[in-house]
């Protein structure tokens, strides 16, 4: 049977919670892209457009390809725009920008946790 130290159980605790949870923007940009980029998820979601073209739609505009944070973002923002029931497309931007830069980046109350 394997032991670990309070402090090796404390970093995988960590790493673990990190893992669930949405990218965290570093600025108020990243803030801004995230809500901007909320509005076009939002409004594809809105239209119905079919998931895989969406992505597609998103990778196209937003240049995410050598960003693995950005890429991850990108796919938090279109799984909360697609299951989003309600708000407008400018709702959900502003829901995003207000607790992104409220929280210091953590956009997670609006986007959700993963399980």
Known sequence: ????SPAAVLVMA?????ASA?????????CGIAADMAVVAHSLAHEQIQRTKANTI???????SQSDRGKELMK??????YISKGN????FAEDLYSTC???G???DPVLGKKL
Request: net charge negative; no cysteine.
């Open 14 to 18: 960590a790493l673990a919670t990190a």
């Open 101 to 103: 830069m409220k929280s």
């Open 22 to 30: 949405a990218p965290r923007a570093e600025s108020a940009l990243e």
């Open 105 to 107: 980046g953590d956009m």
């Open 58 to 64: 998103m990778a196209r505009i937003y240049d995410v």
């Open 76 to 81: 938090e923002i279109l799984d909360a725009a």
């Open 1 to 4: 049977m394997f032991r670990f």
């Open 88 to 91: 407008s497309s400018q709702e």
